[in-house]
């Protein structure tokens, strides 16, 4: 069974804290994307990576920043947490092509900054 | 401006009969693709059916059909004959052909299956 795996359901840190979400794919997919999932607000894209060590800004890049090494692993850091972090994470990959490819997601991090 | 718009933040449904998901959407691209997604309390997403912008028919998937109003630029999800295990937050979203990688998603609405 395909699988996107999120290295914590549930995160707790503290503000001004450096914080790492870690996100693995084994359907070796081109893709990847970290989401932001606010009541409301539904999913907003942060930051998304079309091959190895490429990324592209999503629509809320601001206080977070991303590394893709390998092609299978895409990480989502917050240089320093605040509590406007707070919030579910979710990472996501796809093969690239046509615009009917669907997303996998993972099962979300949700973390709380205090 | 908002790409996908759901206007029901929560409903209720009785086991067994059908409810509809509103979601439109803003877009001047000729060439998109429509998706829903269903959220479970577990927190992972999972797909349930995608319409192309270009498709003559609407999508069905089992129990969930899309209601595809190219026109009114709506793509509606219909699920029948409710579960309990429909319980869950549904979420539509688009992504553009001159945005390719790009899916955009709406609020999303939760939806209360009733025994």
């Known amino acids: 069974d395909v699988k996107v795996t999120q290295s914590s359901r549930y995160l707790v840190k503290r503000t001004g804290e450096k914080v790492f979400l870690e996100c693995v794919q084994d359907m070796d997919h081109e893709n990847m994307f970290w989401y932001r999932q606010d009541p409301g607000l539904g999913l907003r894209l942060i930051y998304f990576s079309y091959d190895v060590k490429m990324k592209e800004k999503g629509d809320i890049p601001e206080g977070y920043s991303v590394s893709r090494e390998k092609k299978e692993r895409f990480s989502l850091i917050l240089e320093s947490a605040s509590t406007n972090q707070t919030s579910m994470y979710l990472c996501a990959s796809s093969q690239p092509g046509q615009h009917s490819e669907k997303l996998f997601f993972g099962s979300g991090t949700q973390l709380s900054v205090l | 401006a908002q790409k996908i718009t759901q206007t029901q933040p929560g409903m209720f449904v009785q086991e067994k009969e059908a409810v509809t998901l509103d979601c439109t959407y803003d877009?001047?691209?000729?060439?998109?693709?429509l998706f829903w997604y269903k959220q479970p309390s577990s927190g992972e997403m999972i797909f349930l059916i995608y319409q192309g912008s270009y498709d003559q028919q609407n999508a069905t998937e089992g129990r969930y059909s899309l209601n595809f109003q190219k026109a009114r630029k709506s793509a509606n999800l219909v699920i029948s004959a409710s579960q309990l295990g429909d319980s869950a937050m549904y979420f539509c979203?688009?992504?553009?052909?001159?945005?390719?990688?790009?899916?955009?998603f709406g609020a999303g609405t939760t939806v209360t299956v009733r025994a």
């Open positions: 979203a688009m992504r553009e052909r001159s945005n390719d990688y790009k899916l955009s």
């Open positions: 877009t001047s691209d000729p060439s998109y693709g």
